[in-house]
């Protein structure tokens, strides 16, 4: 049987990773991010493993070359070495936004700045980095990216930095709660799956349009509302919703916001089929930040995708946004 070369560098991620695991007592996820910096640097940089440990992860490394993976490649072996160590110690806000979401919101925002070569771009829950670097690859050949990233959970992000360093990606973290302020300019565009939930920080809260007057404030509000100061104007953001969002006791003020502030482009429901349960359904919704001049769309896109297995009605479906792009946006 023909192993594939993702199926060959997981393994050796995953084999390594349980090296370094079992020798330095640590998690696996800890453990992954070492063994993804000594692949990355072409040398064991843990100075507390022993020379036998060393002699081991040495051969396992001189098994694969790095530069004879293409970035998608690595990351999707990557991915699944990542999606092994989450499944047991992840919090919900931290798991792994799905693949089959991440090209999709790729190919909208191939849709929406197509016009561009260089781009700026900003992740402001970034996790482990997958959904920033699904992104990344997806206009790896046309669009020059510098992005940016931010996260407040230090594993999470040593996680995403070691990707991005492995697929050779440009992309800037900064270690930090994303709703103090950030040093980073204003972007082109900013793509977020929301974590959805309280804020426990009032203090800094106050600092935010949409701070709630009753309690702590919704952190995936507040995550809208520095999104949106961050970024340029005329520019997009995609953000990855709960279904629910406009039904909430806050969302009027929400509303209100999005209105002064940005056009809606367009909402898109996805399929249920990809969620657990009813609950946790998403939906990308698309802004596009107000400047002089910028008219909003002639109509919103609406659209609710079908099952991705169902080829017919989700070409059907496609036709239908071209015919909207054509409209709209050319």
């Known amino acids: 049987m023909t192993i594939t070369p993702i199926e060959k560098l997981f393994t050796i991620f995953d084999e390594s990773a349980e090296v370094l695991q079992e020798e330095l007592g640590c998690t696996y996820l800890e453990a992954l991010a070492a063994t993804g910096e000594n692949l990355f640097q072409a040398e064991i940089l843990q100075d507390n493993v022993n020379d036998l440990t060393k002699k081991r992860l040495r051969k396992k490394y ?16 990557y ?71 931010v996260e407040v959970d230090d594993l999470l992000l040593k996680l995403a930095y070691v990707g991005a360093s492995l697929q050779e990606q ?29 804020y426990p920080n009032d203090e800094q809260a106050k600092s935010y349009e949409l701070n709630s007057t009753d309690g702590h404030a919704y952190a995936h509000h507040l995550i809208m509302e520095q999104s949106i100061k961050h970024t340029v104007h005329g520019g997009y953001l995609f953000f990855l919703i709960p279904n629910g969002l406009f039904e909430s006791k806050e969302a009027p003020k929400l509303h209100e916001y999005l209105q002064k502030n940005v056009h809606i482009q367009g909402i898109i429901q996805l399929p249920l089929s990809l969620f657990k349960d009813e609950q946790a359904a998403k939906s990308l919704m698309i802004l596009q930040k107000k400047m002089p001049g910028l008219k909003a769309p002639k109509e919103v896109l609406l659209a609710s995708l079908p099952k991705l297995s169902n080829k017919d009605a989700l070409n059907k479906m496609l036709a239908g946004m071209e015919k909207w792009f054509k409209e709209n946006k050319e």
């Open 62 to 77: 001189e098994e694969v070359t790095l530069a004879s993976f293409s970035p998608e490649e690595i990351r999707k072996a």
């Open 79 to 149: 991915q699944l070495a990542l999606l092994k160590g989450t499944k047991h110690h992840v919090q919900p806000n931290h798991q792994m936004t799905p693949d089959s979401i991440g090209h999709m919101i790729s190919y909208f925002t191939g849709k929406f700045l197509n016009k561009r070569t260089d781009l700026t771009m900003m992740d402001p829950a970034v996790g482990t980095g997958n959904l920033l670097s699904t992104i990344i690859n997806g206009h790896n050949d046309n669009i020059n990216i510098q992005a940016y990233g």
């Open 170 to 198: 440009r992309v800037e973290f900064f270690y930090q709660d994303a709703l103090e302020p950030l040093f980073i300019d204003p972007v082109d565009a900013v793509i977020c799956d929301l974590p959805v939930g309280y």
